[in-house]
């Protein structure tokens, strides 16, 4: 027993020092730069691929021709992460932050598709290491050296930081920059090289956290998406921003998966969460971290006024619903289809804007309701025999008690911590629905989700899927005008205000998330129902980013803006996947344009002209309000 | 269904006791003691200023009495009864309202409405997710904008407002809950002079005719001098004075803390 708790403790420990690479590249970008990169799990992965070319042409049995492939692949990732901070980041610091994000995340697609085009889809599996191949022999149990190699990389890795942060002008100008960025401005440093040489240190931090998985793992084209949701467990638990807190929670991540393989084996990821979730509630920015400066939700750029529709608007609606109701006269079968398929869309983008919009809370995990409300539906037919109606009803709650849960521990954060901890909690619900093979099915899915006899046909189904999400969305709308929605926007707009006239506002914000998470559920059902199946990438992270996507076209301040979101962004995309293959890079090269193009967001833009042509005397009074801050 | 829950009175049930006593109030922050064993009270209807040069420990002070900060020690107690270490949404139950230094409005709602989610909160019915919000308390909050002159502005956004009228604004809302206590923090920062006096011209009238009891720190003497009925003063954590405006002005420790060294203030 003494010997297996040992070993497994020796696997955690080299498993973490890959973890601690990366996120301790993420912390220092973050620090620096305010920016939290999706990308950093796709530099990640670039460096394994990197690594696996270079070593294999150096010719894998030399020392050198590994370990210098090892090492250049590390550089030739940091010297990519120039290319990506000049041509992307460079022109967004001053967007919102969650548009960053979302650039971001437009590298991430770009990049797997620059590597599928590369490496091709095959697995690729890296020689071992020259020089570290045997075994040593410990408690009667084998050891690769390789393994003890990785220990001694992670701390070796936090002195050389530790040194490079006390002991460089370099480092001492990066502690500045995160302390008080404006301060290190105005002393006269040169920021733009600063924050591109951060940006390339910590890509090739992140490189080489790849190229060093290398002999333990085949390199594969899902190693970006699970590395950085591991990571950002990682950040939240140690704290953004800390080095030694990212080493210390990628030692207790990686611990906790070890040990988590021999007692759950299936669920290794619910005894992370746990994990994270102890840590959330007494320490809420993680281990080492401190709360931002000012509160999250301090001061940010006022919110504008929002207004119930006019009779114009209403008007519109009723006309576009109208249409609605009257397409399957005339429509053919293939546009049924894809209007139902919008419809659905719809709601589930309605669902996102309202904890987004009105609640001010981000999610980059909102799929993580669409699926669990599709399994839900799906786990009911299956195993309960349930028929569609009560499958239907009972879809949402599960849907909305995973709300419940989760967002628990979401609104006790808020802005990119917030975003991190959902999409963390959505590649749990992932994790699970594809681990848990004998519940889920796994990759397999779970077929035969078909409706009742009434609504099987295209028309009933489509009528069905109009009515209940015309009615979820004008709920939801309600809601927004009602109190307690009022209540939810004075949380966003005001939080220290919010307390001060009583309001609670977590609790308010929690209710919101779970609010948003059941009626998430209900579109994840009905998708059930209209494709008759379920597949674990229904609440994948390229589904959170659809959701996103929709919203943001939309427009995040108006009410009907996701709606009308949700319809752009779905034939959009539609017409791209059959346009190419490589739709991935089309859509994350569009969202990556869009941001730098309009870093207001497409409202903020079409607000600006507003004002433009209005021209009311309003401006001098916005000055002095700066002023008076 | 919409009314207001009254209280008893505006004026506390026994006139003669302070609304606000705080005894022995201790704050350290890392061996620092911001606060350090200060006791004051503040009767019904009258306004007490809070002065001193900066770092004296009026925020934390402030702090500590509306729910933000929980003392080391000592005690804060409101109409008699204790809201020491309370949240500020609890301590605004209890019937204490304030206004912020740096101005706190709901920007994405109109001037009403920000006074309405006031009303709506004190009235218990923020839970209801139907009904139209603006349709609620929609008098009682224009009433409260009549009293504070922004009665003609209650269509527009908070987000466009001159500061001067920001300000009253937020008087209106802290006045919402029909407080016993009124709390403000710098009210009269970065605003014009004439529009200082006015402010606090407006707010001495508010407090007698309802007999409110206010707190509010300072830095314009002439402020002080004009509508404060005691002032009091803290100096590293320590009270050193209180009494009358004239009083204050004419004791030597007090004149020593601003024109002098400090060394007589009899610190640590």
Known sequence: MVDLILTQTLNGLASASSLFLVASGLSIIFGVTRIVNFAHGSLYMLGAYLAWTLVSAFGAAEPLGFWGGVVLAALLVGLLGVVIEVLVLRRIYQAPELFQLLATFGVVLMLQDLALATWGPEDKLGPRAPGLKSFVILFDNRFPTYELFLIAVGPLVLLILWLLFQKTRWGTLVRAATQDREMVGALGVNQRLLFTSVFAFGSMLA??????????????????????????????????????????????IGILHAFGILIFPKITLVLVFLVMAVVLVVKPYGLMGKAPIGGARGHGPAEPLLLPADKLTKLAGLIALLLLVLAPLVAPDHILLTLTELVIFALFAASLHFMMGPGGMASFGHAAYFGLGAYGAALAVKWLGASMEPALIFAPFLAGIAGVVFGWFCVRLSGVYLAMLTLAFAQIAWATAFQWVELTGGDNGILGVWPSAWAVSKTGFYYLALGICVLAILALRLTIFSPLGYALRAGRDNPLRAEAIGLDVMRIQ???????????????????????????????????????????????????????????????????????????????????????????????????????????????????????? | MNAIPQLQGAVPAATQDPVLVVRDLQKSFGGVRAVDGVSFSVEAGTMLALIGPNGAGKTTCFNMLNGQLRPDGGEVVLAGRPITGMKPRVVWRMGVGRTFQITATFTSMTVRENVQMALISHAGGIWSPFGRARDRHAEAADALLAQVGMLEQAERACGVLAYGDLKRVELAVALANQPKLLLMDEPTAGMAPRERIELMALTAEIAAAKGIAVLFTEHDMDVVFTHSDSVIVLDRGRLIAHGTAEEVRRDPNVRAVYLGSGATSGGH
Not at chain 1, 222 to 246: C, N, P, Q, R, W
Not at chain 1, 517 to 542: C, D, N, Q
Not at chain 1, 573 to 591: D, H, N, P, V
Request: no cysteine; proline share 4%; hydrophobic share 60%.
């Open chain 1, 207 to 252: 490189g080489l956290g790849g190229a060093l998985q290398l002999p333990r793992e085949a390199v594969n084209l899902h190693m970006d998406l699970s590395m950085i949701s591991e990571v950002f467990v990682v950040v939240v638990v140690g704290g953004l921003g800390s080095v030694t807190g990212a080493y210390l929670a990628a030692v207790l």
């Open chain 1, 510 to 629: 929690w209710v919101a998330f779970a609010v948003a998470a059941f009626a998430a559920g209900i579109a994840g059902a009905l998708f059930a129902f209209f494709k008759g199946s379920v597949f674990p990438t229904y609440m994948a992270i390229p589904r959170s980013v659809d959701a996103l996507l929709m919203v943001l076209l939309g427009g995040v301040q108006t009410v009907a803006g996701p709606v009308i979101g949700a319809f752009a962004y779905a034939g959009l995309s539609e017409q791209l996947m059959k346009a190419t293959m490589y739709w991935r890079f089309g859509l994350g090269l569009s969202i990556v344009l869009l941001v730098i193009l309009f870093p207001r967001g497409l409202v903020g833009a079409s607000l600006m002209l507003r004002e433009r042509w209005t021209r009311r005397p309003e401006p001098a009074a916005r000055v002095a309000v700066e002023g008076g801050r």
